[in-house]
């Protein structure tokens, strides 16, 4: 059981209402961020943007999320993201050597930037000059900072659902959460 209440629908602000029964699924971790009602509509929007309004690759995206979740150790944050993973392209090898991504043959160079810098950003909050520097490569200063802010939004969200200890749902990892998503622009 999570440790704080989920947000009661009728005590929920019409806009969260609406914002809560539009989707297909409501997840267990929107329902504990939504007792913060004013902060879950702008946070709502900014999850939203980061799957429909970024430039960077999804794969990319995907990949700082699950690395992030395990850094994190959140198996909630985990379990919904490989089907999201897995509808952007990773492939069931790579999801599955995220823990061991310095050593796995199936990642190519970039990815392994992606993973090294998530794994700094999350360590230390800075990456070293020297990723930085490799990145910046492979990909343009936007797509870094949106990295930077992809890394940070799934981080604050393992802290809520670590710290709140949120549920999986019985159907967790069975759904794609992105599969009702508008397509990118």
Request: charged share 25%.
């Amino acid at each position: 059981m999570a440790l704080l209440p989920y947000l009661d629908s009728k005590d929920a602000s019409p806009e969260v209402q609406k914002l809560l029964t539009g989707r297909p699924v409501v997840l267990n971790v929107q329902r504990m961020t939504a007792n913060a009602q004013k902060i879950f509509v702008q946070r709502s929007r900014l999850s939203n943007a980061l799957f429909t309004q970024t430039t960077i690759d999804p794969r990319l995206r995907e990949l700082a999320i699950l690395r992030t979740a395990k850094d994190c150790h959140s198996v909630y944050e985990w379990t919904q993201h490989v089907p999201a993973a897995r509808h952007v392209g990773l492939t069931d090898q790579q999801i599955s050597e995220i823990d061991n991504w310095q050593s796995a043959p199936c990642f190519t160079e970039i990815e392994r930037l992606v993973l090294k810098f998530t794994d700094e950003v999350n360590e230390s909050v800075k990456a070293s000059r020297e990723t930085l520097e490799a990145l910046k490569r492979h990909l343009s200063p936007g797509e870094i900072i949106e990295l930077l802010i992809i890394i940070g939004h799934w981080r604050q969200t393992a802290s809520i659902l670590e710290t709140t200890e949120v549920e999986l749902e019985e159907f967790a990892g069975k759904i794609d959460i992105l599969a009702n998503m508008p397509p990118r622009p």
